[in-house]
């Protein structure tokens, strides 16, 4: 079964032809990070008009890229939450008008969800029960997975999203947008052990990463000697390369940590767990990676957003029983739960 998957929840928009699930035929991915490298982040309403530019063009390159015709395809699938509104609408309505006009079955899926099945785009699947943990730029949850298409939410952040830590603290460093691989990336010559930054202390298998960014925030105000009244966006200024690397990398221990003790307690309280797969936007982290080496890690070009992931989530829930939806119904939910 041969599955067009979209993505354009956030900013990337992307396609792949996906077979029966794992057998990769094409992956299309074209992201928005040069627009937005020089804004610091996301502007919602730029990403919906670029998702509009070039949405067509990367459905085609998919469908040639995978030798496929229309005819070859079986299904469509595509995000449709959660995830920036306009964004999401240009990927459904695209899907929509696609699955109309060739008489296809669509399938809507949850981004969580198909950031989790990226790790079964290989070879090697994980067995069932198992733990996924799922770390991007707008959440942060540990998943209890009995079976396919079968999630229980354990811990989820109470603030902000370990992505968006990631980002922030790049912007206090005056690294670019997107913070993780750049201070992945700054973290190599960084010494971790410079700065001791405290660990948030959050009851059962929550997180909260806030309070990592003040942290460094107050922790590089300290080092330049200046008042907490400094503002922030001119500390780089004043920070040298080295103190600059240190940072990054006593920040990337300190959170890789943070997954870690957390992933442990979760370990505790499912003896039952077979497995463990880390997913979404951070899992392309080296660092986090070498601390679980016994993980299942998806290969890092789908880690970020793609539409691979996309595919194979909704290969099983057409497994599971998962009927079409309706393309004259399909909604969007910019913020709703995988559970729902
Ligand atoms: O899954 P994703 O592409 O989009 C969302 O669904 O949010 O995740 C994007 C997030 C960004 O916050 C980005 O800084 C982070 O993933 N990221 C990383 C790395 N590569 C991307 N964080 C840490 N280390 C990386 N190598
Ligand atoms: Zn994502």
Known sequence: MKILGIETSCDETAAAVVEDGQKI???????????????????????????LEVIMPVIKKALKDANCGWDDIDAIAVTHAPGLLGSLLIGTLTARTLAILHDKPLYAVHHLKSHVYANWLSDQTPAFPLLALVISGGHTQIL?????????????????????????????????????????????????????????????????????????????????????????????????????????????????????????????????????????????????????????????????????????AAYYEIQSGVKPTDPYKLNIYPRISIES
């Open 25 to 51: 035929l094409s992956n299309v991915v074209v992201s928005q990070i040069d627009i937005f490298k020089d804004y610091g982040g996301v502007i919602p309403e730029v990403a919906a008009r670029s998702h």
């Open 144 to 312: 209890y997975m009995r079976a396919h298409n079968d999630f229980k939410i354990i811990g989820t952040t109470r603030d902000d999203a370990i992505g968006e830590c990631f980002d922030k603290v790049a912007k206090i460093l005056g690294l670019p947008y997107p913070g993780g691989p750049s201070i992945a990336e700054a973290a190599k010559a960084g010494n971790e052990n410079k700065y001791q930054l405290p660990h948030p202390r959050v009851e059962n298998l929550d997180f909260s990463f806030s309070g990592l960014k003040t942290a460094v925030l107050r922790a590089v105000q300290k080092e330049l000697n200046l008042p907490i009244s400094h503002p922030s966006h001119d500390l780089k200024n004043h920070l040298t390369e080295q103190q600059i690397n240190d940072f990054a990398a006593s920040f990337q221990r300190a959170a890789v940590e943070i997954l870690i003790e957390k992933l442990q307690k979760a370990l505790e309280m499912y003896p039952d767990v077979q497995s463990v797969v880390v997913a979404g936007g951070v899992s392309a982290n080296q660092a986090l990676r070498d601390a679980l080496p016994e993980a299942y890690f998806p290969e890092p070009k789908f880690s970020g957003d793609n539409g691979a992931m996309v595919a194979a």
